[in-house]
């Protein structure tokens, strides 16, 4: 296999240099085809923060059937929802209703407060599952409202298990590339210390967008983990921070799973890695008429987020041959659990 044939462009403008890495190549026979692939998912990583990846090995009917799964439960009613409602950040698990939220990556309380006065909350909701039957931690599902919660529970444990088997595998790539054992990262990644999120931007009108240039469906933001596996519709919406400072469209590929650095890989890799600010804006398409009113409006828009953490329990310190002894370490080590804690509790 071809080093073009493992590695194409996703995305190229404004100096934004975004891979689409074919990664069923990391299973090649040929030792040459798999370091190229994960040389080219660090590559990624380093220059931009972000990679496309198809051939990813979770099945196109599969995503399909959680994206049907998932639109389902935001049809429910709302009483239904608010009963599976977010509690803690210890918990991280439930209905997040339209509106709580304001992700950012600032981490104090006030200077959020104030980003949300002037830009609004999120236009999103969402619900979150993390890994099921954790002690203390219990899952929130629908099944006890009817027979179709029950089939979107299967279908969401399910999907959790794929992601996250495709997360150690991922991380696998990277220690090939880094240089340091193929299993390095195992013990880091197989307690499936990770988050589901189903991701609902209801319709919106244009006039809101017209109204306050600033609202955005989701605010700009890094993310908090290891990496994030985001499966997009074909709605479009997903910007990235370019080096030239301009957000760039991160434009939906059929079939593919677009992956980011989260904040803590960066500070795994000593910043080696890039953790990129993106957000999700209005559609790129013209809004449409609304049968009935007449209004324009931008289409909802649903998508799935993986969120990937090292082992709860682990210490994360920089990992070997992300330093030297001249310069050092330039973070402490600090207990995964603890700073995904810390940093969600800001969010909400």
Known sequence: MARDQVVTSAVSFEGLEIPLIDFSSLSSADSHVKLTSAQAILSGFQRAGFVYLKNHGIPRATVRATFDESAKFFKRPLQQKTELAWTTPESNRGYVAHGREKVTDLTNVDDIEKLRDAEGADLKESLEIGRDGEAGHPNLWP??????????????????????????????????????????????????????????????????????????????????????????????????????GTFVDATPIPDTIVVNAGDLLARWSNDTIKSTKHRVIQPPTAPVKKSGSGEEVHPARYSIAYFCNPNFDRLIEAIPGTYDEVEGKKYESVNSGQYFVQRLAATY
């Open 143 to 244: 099944d006890k409202f009817d027979e179709e919660g029950k089939v979107f529970k299967n279908q969401m444990v399910d999907f959790f298990t794929l992601c996250k088997d495709l997360h150690v595998q991922f991380m696998r790539a990277i220690a090939i590339a880094l240089g340091i054992p193929e299993t390095w990262f195992d013990s880091f990644c197989d307690g499936g210390a990770n988050t589901l999120r189903l991701l609902h931007y209801p319709e919106v009108a244009a006039s809101v967008f017209e109204n306050n240039k600033n609202r955005v469906r989701a605010g700009a933001h890094t993310d908090y983990g290891s990496i994030t596996l985001l499966f997009q519709d074909s709605a479009g919406g997903l910007q990235v921070l370019s080096p030239s």
